[in-house]
């Protein structure tokens, strides 16, 4: 099946740096990639959705001049988290579609990077 | 505007034992599609099964299987024969015109030995 892949998995730091996440398809192109946040406990909250070669598209309430997403190749997106604070700390998964996939709708998800921001 | 509906936070199940998850949907899209995720305590999301609004029979993949009734909105996932490592968070999903997943809140299922 396809995979997708993240990195890091874990990353710590301090409160002020920026912090760089790569979400990549291994196996397959992704035109479209999505971020999403989960808070323990909590649901997958979508935060973008990111398009090749185009701006991504930032759900609302969602910073976009503090999560920078790029989405520069067919298999690589990156989220940037800019000026972190303890609040930003939180489980992120990306996935990806595979629009030549046998099920056109299925997301592939990344296992996700876990910040924390101290 | 779609929404998911997991009423139940938590559910406990004995092992060898059969388990509903019940999955309530509100949308006003003709064609969309039903997703049931795992989500086990390292955190990655594992896809179960897949129910399309316009698919006849119910979905079906091993011991998992959606219990599809569209005139009530509901796709309930039944896990047959529950096993200690089923213990997890599931989550409903579904897929419409916003081409985008709406997840539910989830449900904590824990298999008791």
């Known amino acids: 099946g396809a995979v997708v892949s993240q990195h890091p998995s874990r990353v710590i730091c301090k409160s002020g740096t920026s912090v760089k996440i790569e979400c990549r398809s291994l196996?397959?192109?992704?035109?479209?990639m999505f971020w999403y946040r989960q808070f323990p406990k909590q649901s997958l909250m979508l935060m973008a959705t990111?398009?090749?070669?185009?701006?991504?598209?930032?759900e609302q309430g969602v910073e976009k001049d503090k999560f920078l997403i790029n989405h520069a190749s067919l298999t690589l997106s990156t989220l940037t988290v800019t000026s972190a604070h303890p609040e930003d700390s939180s489980f992120y998964i990306c996935?990806?579609?595979?629009?030549?996939?046998?099920?056109?709708?299925?997301?592939?998800f990344g296992p996700g990077t876990r910040l924390t921001v101290t | 505007a779609q929404k998911i509906t997991q009423t139940q936070p938590g559910m406990f199940v004995q092992e060898k034992e059969a388990v509903t998850l019940d999955c309530t949907y509100d949308?006003?899209?003709?064609?969309?599609?039903l997703f049931w995720y795992k989500q086990p305590s390292s955190g990655e999301m594992i896809f179960l099964i897949y129910q399309g609004s316009y698919d006849q029979q119910n979905a079906t993949e091993g011991r998992y299987s959606l219990n599809f009734q569209k005139a009530r909105k509901s796709a309930n996932l039944v896990i047959s024969a529950s096993q200690l490592g089923d213990s997890a968070m599931y989550f409903c999903a579904m897929w419409g015109s916003a081409r985008q997943l709406t997840f539910g809140s989830g449900t904590q299922l824990t298999v008791l030995p």
């Open positions: 949308t006003s899209d003709p064609s969309y599609g």
């Open positions: 196996d397959f192109q992704a035109t479209t």
């Open positions: 990111s398009n090749e070669g185009s701006k991504a598209t930032y």
């Open positions: 996935s990806a579609r595979d629009p030549q996939g046998p099920l056109s709708y299925e997301q592939y």
